[in-house]
């Protein structure tokens, strides 16, 4: 029922933007999962994020609107001051509700909706930042079978978020960027 | 790991079924990622040991379904949020409602209050108020009983009054309100103008023709069919060259009404109907 098998969740704070900018450039056109980014910035309602990492990707990449579809090798950006949750049918849906540590969006929030749409096909991973944002999705994630991974603490620019994951929830894989670049190019 | 029970799917359409069938509240056609969020978060928070325990308690204590309603929909909401759609309003909605002897708006989904005493502050500074009648509804009794005491907690103050002036606001923003401890009174000056009514979108009809319908961050939480079903609600409670104006992620494009609409300030989500 939902177009694509697999989704990848990134999420990220402070000192996360320059992962990307490393990491998106690298995946080819054929690559095959849905990709949700959840990085916290300060509220503004434009969309220079998503025309920054578009810039990137040779995928189709867009800040999220409410109902869009996930599909395969399209990324998706949650926009400022929503929160993004996956309905059963893989459509998103946006919330305006209460801030989730400080944030909306929330990396928790999308990190636990999409692991109750899909399970042990869903992949995420924590990048740096100085917020506990993200900890409490990776351990729902976790007890639902789906991969959970975090960024080396010792490359993050701001250590303390992928570091908070760890000591709370045994993580699958701990990933430098070099690492993390072939484990997402490998992904399918 | 102490992990906390999740609520199951099957579980979340037997409380949804029971809140239709009991209460008349269709929550059915809700984004169901939201409305299960919303509940697991109640479930979790009031701690109940089992599904049929909290089922019990929606069904047999009133008082806990008001707090459960005001749970399931959201009801963050702030003054002038969003400024620039403040300031949209004042500059290309107010100047042509000004024109009308009489002006009607209908806020729809106004939980609290804060938009509605917003829009009652910027047409009172553009001398329209005391000709305007602003229907504010909502879904929630026990939010509108807050809207109507106008009375919101001081410490939001610094935050609206910058939103304020963002939005072009040139007054003190203080002058409407009178301090209180630790809360704020708006002026009754601005509530005597609004109506607070319960009114539920998926269920009740139009019931009167305005000149600018707001409804802002409402319909993000409806599936495909509500939205469209809502907005033709709207459509028909418009007058010929009315507005509406929607939240910052709602669109009128791909919708059923969307030819009879032409966006005034697209980037604002502002639209004024232009056939019938």
Known sequence: MIPVSKLLVIGGSAGSLDILMQLLPELEADWPLAMIIVLHRKSDS??????????????????????????????????????????????????????????????DVTFMSAAEVFGDRLYCILLSGANID????????????????????EEAEVAFMPKHAMTVVPVDKVLGIREMISFVKELS | MDS????????????????????GYDF????????????????????FPSFAEFRYRVKSDPVYLTYLMEQITVNVTEMFRDPAF??????????????????????????????????????????????SVIYATDINESVLEKARKGIFPLAHMQQYSQNYQQSGGQQEFSRYYAANYEYAKFSELLS????????????????????????????????????????HLFSDS??????????AKETLRFTSIASLFKPIVQKEKIWRKIST
Request: aromatic share 8%; hydrophobic share 40%; charged share 25%.
């Open chain 1, 46 to 107: 434009d969309m220079l994020l998503a025309r920054l990492l578009a810039g990137k990707t040779c995928l189709p990449l867009k800040e999220a609107d409410e109902k869009d579809l996930l599909l395969p090798g399209h990324i998706y950006i949650a926009p400022s001051d929503y929160h993004l949750l996956i309905e059963p049918d893989g459509s998103l849906t946006l919330d305006a509700s209460e801030k989730v540590n400080y944030s909306r969006p929330s990396i």
């Open chain 1, 134 to 153: 993200g900890t409490e999705g990776l351990k729902e994630v976790k007890e639902l079978g789906g991969f959970i991974a975090v960024q080396d603490p």
């Open chain 2, 4 to 23: 906390l029970r999740h609520l199951k799917d099957e579980e979340i359409v037997i409380l949804l079924n029971d809140l239709l069938e009991q209460y």
């Open chain 2, 28 to 47: 059915t056609d809700y984004s169901f990622a939201s409305v299960k969020r919303r509940l697991q978060r109640v479930y979790t928070t009031d701690r």
């Open chain 2, 86 to 131: 403040f300031e949209a309003l004042r500059k290309h909605v107010l100047p042509v409602l000004a024109t009308y002897p009489f002006i009607r708006i209908w806020h729809a989904g106004c939980s609290t209050g804060e938009e509605v005493y917003s829009m009652a502050i910027l047409l009172h500074e553009m001398d329209l108020l005391h000709k």
């Open chain 2, 192 to 231: 005597e103008k609004i109506i607070f009514a319960a009114h539920n979108l998926v269920t009740d009809r139009s019931f009167n023709e305005f000149q600018l319908i707001v409804c802002r961050n409402v319909l993000i939480y409806f599936n495909k069919d509500l939205q469209d079903k809502v907005l």
């Open chain 2, 238 to 247: 418009l007058e010929q060259l009315g507005f509406m104006a929607l939240g």
